[in-house]
């Protein structure tokens, strides 16, 4: 009999292990507060007696991260009418108080909620406050923080011209360095320091001179990230980046736009860097990226990711002060071939891989801003994420995670029952058609062996003409550390599915 009842425990002990594996799901992410161009800070709520936005109880600044749960009152998560829920949260960097050890912790923070699988995604007791989940996305970008120094020089690049030098001058000094000591503020901080660094510097230079390499780092700084910095130095990456200068340049030579954030005719700096022109100077974007750092820093020069920044830097910086500064034959000889109206009136440029996402290839995707997904008595809360929504089930619909990866031949697709028997909120699905989505979002008459990805476009992609631009350029490939031979290549037209120069836009 002991032995029987040794077998059955045992048995029961299996069964149970193999019903737990099987309910289990994956953990809530780390989430971020993300807003493009969006207020400061967004307000949360005190949990008990929640009903509604009110009166805040405080307020989180963008950018900050933390790991939400759903908040359960008499058995139901707590959402709006519409079935959005309010979500409990844990803080898990704040960027009003962030410090470099905070990067480390938000990376093995992401990690460690990547491997765990629960039960449900209810919050434990004594959750005092709630947020729209609509303020959340799931982003894993870690915080962003040049190296402390370190003392030596090494071996950094030599200016190759008045403007280059004081820009290079310009990242080795303690002005730059206030620029990013705290994550938040970082694009008014830049400009402060640039302007301390002329006051305290005019020895390097005309006022003239001064404010011409403040413009030339704004714009350079813009060409490398709203580039594709994984091109590094080679023909397409260095022409592209010259590409975007030309489109600042024209948005402040001739045609000087409040809009578009030029102040003044030669306004380099405002043309680069407005936030609802150029994204990556948005205030989040701007604590995950160089884009502000010092990144010609020379004791950064042995830096693996920063020596990468400083070959592409150079690679470019000299064409890039001709195209701002300099005459018409300088741009006709950095763009050989292209008639020059192209290259005075290209203003914008249309990068397909970035834009809007769809998927013509697969029927019932959408994507969920925050819903909750139920079985039973536990709720999994379905944020930041896209679905494919299946048949009617429990008030809800049954439903796979849609799980996409940007790749350079294009998007690598999974459809994943990480949520077996849960039915997602029928409130929150809507099962409409996709709006038109061409292949890479460029016209219909590009044909194509095999299509990766699909694209939406912007509204003003038909208000100009598309410009294929050819550059004479260095190439040292990828890595940045070829011997940079002479070559000429061409970017844009009709159908280049990775960048569209546009010409003539209003």
């Known amino acids: 009999m002991q032995r029987f009842l040794q077998r059955s425990f045992s048995a029961l002990v299996l069964l149970t292990a193999a019903q737990v594996t099987q309910a289990a799901i994956p953990a809530t992410p780390v989430m971020t507060i993300y807003k493009f161009n969006g207020p400061a800070t967004v307000p949360y709520y005190r949990a008990e007696g929640f009903t509604g936005p009110g009166s805040p109880a405080g307020s989180l600044s963008q950018g900050t991260s933390l790991i939400p749960c759903l908040v359960i009152r008499d058995g139901k998560p707590l959402t709006d009418g519409q079935g959005t829920p309010y979500v409990g949260f844990e803080v898990v960097v704040d960027p009003r108080k962030a410090t470099r050890a905070d990067t480390e912790r938000f990376k093995r923070t992401v990690a460690e909620r990547g491997q765990l699988q629960v039960q449900n995604h209810h919050c434990a007791p004594g959750v005092k406050y709630v947020i729209d989940v609509r303020q959340l996305y799931a982003l894993k970008k870690a915080p962003f923080f040049d190296p402390p120094r370190s003392g030596g020089n090494g071996g950094g690049t030599a200016g190759a011209t008045t403007l280059d030098q004081i820009v290079r001058a310009f990242h080795a000094s303690p002005q730059c360095e206030t620029a990013n000591r705290a994550l938040t503020g970082r694009r008014a901080a830049l400009a402060n320091a640039w302007g301390e660094f002329s006051r305290a510097n005019a020895r390097l230079g005309s006022d003239t001179e001064l404010a011409r390499a403040k413009h030339l780092d704004y714009v350079m700084r813009t060409t490398l990230f709203e580039g594709h910095i994984g091109r590094g130095c080679n023909a397409y990456g260095t022409c592209e980046r010259n590409v975007i200068a030309l489109s600042i340049r024209n948005r402040a030579v001739g045609q000087c736009k409040s809009n578009q954030g030029c102040g003044f005719p030669g306004d380099f700096q405002g043309a680069a860097s407005t936030v609802n022109q150029y994204n990556i100077w948005d205030e989040y974007l701007t604590q995950i990226s160089g884009l502000t750092s010092c990144f010609l820093r020379p004791d950064l020069a042995q830096d693996e990711t920063y020596a990468k920044f400083q070959a592409m830097y150079t690679q470019n910086v000299g064409d890039v002060e001709r195209i701002l ?98 039915s997602v909120d029928k409130r929150k699905v809507s099962l409409r058609q996709p709006s038109a989505c061409p292949p890479y979002g460029v016209p219909a008459g590009c044909r194509f062996k095999e299509v990766g990805r699909y694209r939406k476009t912007p509204s003003w992609i038909n208000d100009g003409r598309p410009v294929e631009v050819t550059c004479r350029v260095k190439d040292r490939g990828e890595a940045c550390r070829g011997g940079g031979n002479p070559t000429t290549v061409r970017l844009g037209g009709t159908c280049d599915v990775e960048m569209r120069p546009l010409a003539g836009v209003r």
Request: aromatic share 14%; charged share 25%; net charge negative.
């Open 325 to 422: 500064y300099g005459s018409e034959t300088d741009l006709k000889e950095i763009f050989p071939g292209t008639p020059l109206a192209n290259l005075t009136e290209l203003r914008h440029y249309y990068h397909a891989p970035a834009m809007g996402k769809c998927f013509p290839r697969h029927d019932r995707v959408e994507y969920m801003s925050g819903a909750v997904a139920g079985r039973g008595g536990d709720f999994a809360l379905i944020a930041d994420k896209r679905i494919q929504v299946g048949s009617a089930a429990d008030g809800g619909y049954d439903f796979k995670e849609f799980v996409f990866e940007e790749k350079p031949q294009g998007d690598a697709i999974r459809i994943l029952d990480n949520y077996p028997g849960f």
